[in-house]
C-alpha cells in the first residue's frame, strides 16, 4: 500500500531500479518500464519506454565496437519513446547517470519531459559505483517514495546477508584470487561493486578496482595476473548468451595454461539477473560468489540457475 503523499505513477527505466521500487512495496505503482526490466516477472506487462539503437543478437565484439562509436560522438544508446513517456503522466521517473552503455540517462529523460504541460515529474538518478553507492540509492528511491522507514529497513536486511557471509567464513582460511570479465570480446575487466562482492564471498580480485569502472585489459593481462578462479559475467548476458561468446575467448593461445583453467574454476555467471544490476539482488550475487569460490564449503541452491562450470 502506498504511502499518501508518495507518487501514485512511476516510471522505472533501469532494471535494478525497478527491482528497487517492486522491494519497496511500489510494484502496483509501476506504469512504464525500460525494454530490459523483466523482474519481478509482472513488469513485462508495461509498456516499454526505451528501445537500443544496435540489435542485441550481435556478437558482443560488434556490440562493443558500435557502443564505443555512439558514446565518442555523445550519443545516446536507447532510445525513449518521449510521447508515450508524457502519455503515463509519471509523478516519478527513475533512471541512472552511471554507464551509457547500461539506461537511458537523465539528462534523455529531462529532454523528454522538457515541452510537457503536465504536472511536474520528478527525476530521480541513480549512480551506482560501489555497493555504498547503491545502498544510498535505494534509500533514495524510498525517500522518493515517501516511505525512509522501508529503505532503511531493505538495507538492513542486505548488508545483514553480507555480514552473515563474512561470519560463515570466518573459518575458512582459503581466500581464492580472482578475476572478475565484464565483457569478453574485447575482455573488461569488473569494476564497481564486484570487487567488494568477491572479497565479501571470501575471494581476492586481482583487476578490478572498488568504486571504479570497469576497464579493458589485454588476454596477456589476464595470463599475468593468472588467477585461481576466472568469473565471467558478460554484462546483460545471461548464461546462454555468455557461453555463445567464449569461443573467441577459449582459442587465445595460452587459454589452456591458466591457472583457472588447469583446475577447472572457470565460472560462467547471470550477469543479466544478478551482477550487473545495482539493486537488491546483489546480495543475492555476494551468495552465488561463496559457492564457486568455496564449492567444498558452501551452497546456496544457485547451481545451474546463477551460475556454470565451464
Sequence with gaps: MSAPDAPARIVSLLPAATEIVAELGFGDSLVGRSHECDHPPQVADLPA???PKLDPALPGGEIARRIRDLVEQTLSVFLVDAEELRALRPDLVVTQTQCAACAVSEAQVAEALADWAGPQTRIVALKPVGLTEVWQDLQRVAEALDV???GAV?????????KALGTRLEGTDERPSAVSIEWIDPLMAGGNW?????????????????GAPSHWITFEE?????????????????IERALDELPPLIAQPGWGELRAVRAGRVYILDGHRYFNRPG???????EILVEVLHPRAFSFGHEGTGWVRL
Excluded: K, N, Q
Excluded at 202 to 208: C, D, F, P, V
Excluded at 222 to 238: I, N, Q, R, S, Y
Excluded at 280 to 286: D, G, H, Q, V, Y
Design 148 to 150: 525512509p522507514e522501508r
Design 49 to 51: 519506454l526505451t528501445r
Design 154 to 162: 531493505l538495507i538492513a536486511e542486505l548488508t545483514g546477508r553480507l
Design 194 to 210: 564486484m570487487p567488494e562482492l568477491i572479497a565479501a564471498a571470501g575471494g581476492r580480485e586481482l583487476l578490478g578496482r572498488r
Design 222 to 238: 589476464l595470463t599475468a595476473a593468472d588467477p585461481e578462479v576466472l568469473l565471467l559475467h558478460p554484462c546483460g548476458f545471461t
Design 280 to 286: 537488491p539482488r546483489l546480495a543475492e550475487s555476494a
